[in-house]
């Protein structure tokens, strides 16, 4: 297996998106998937870029990406969010998840970050495990509140 980790780059952008959308069916929400590949390279390559990605492929082929982008916390100052991590249902359990893991704390740790932040799922019982393996603080008493597009236009 030939793994590499390296930046993503414009191109790698349909091929994330793809697993954007595979995540998206196993976190049972793939009607919730609504940006367009134009969209998503602009906002990863465009003229004022909000995301970065490492992705890892194996024989030239993606097979795993995480994305991520500064977060400002008023409490802590600037954070890594790292807001997409997978690696494909048949590439997993060969330690490219960990490998692409370690890179984003990695880029934590030498960025002027105060620390990594994510989300998990309260039932993936495979994730769930998979951080606590890097003794992850897991917060409960927090809810997600959002608004869509729709909702700020009809306010």
Known sequence: MDLIIR???EDDCARILELINELAVYERAPEEVTVTLEHFIDAGFGENPIWKAFVAT???VIVGFALYYTRYS???GCRLYLEDFI???EHRGKGI???LFEKVIEETKNGNYS???WQVLNWNEPAINFYNKYKARLEE???NASFSKEQVNEF
Request: charged content about 20%.
């Open 7 to 9: 930046t993503a780059v």
């Open 115 to 117: 620390g990594m932040v």
């Open 141 to 143: 008493g927090w809810l």
């Open 87 to 89: 690696v494909t249902e």
């Open 74 to 76: 008023t409490w802590k």
């Open 97 to 99: 998840g960990k490998v």
């Open 58 to 60: 194996v024989d030239g």
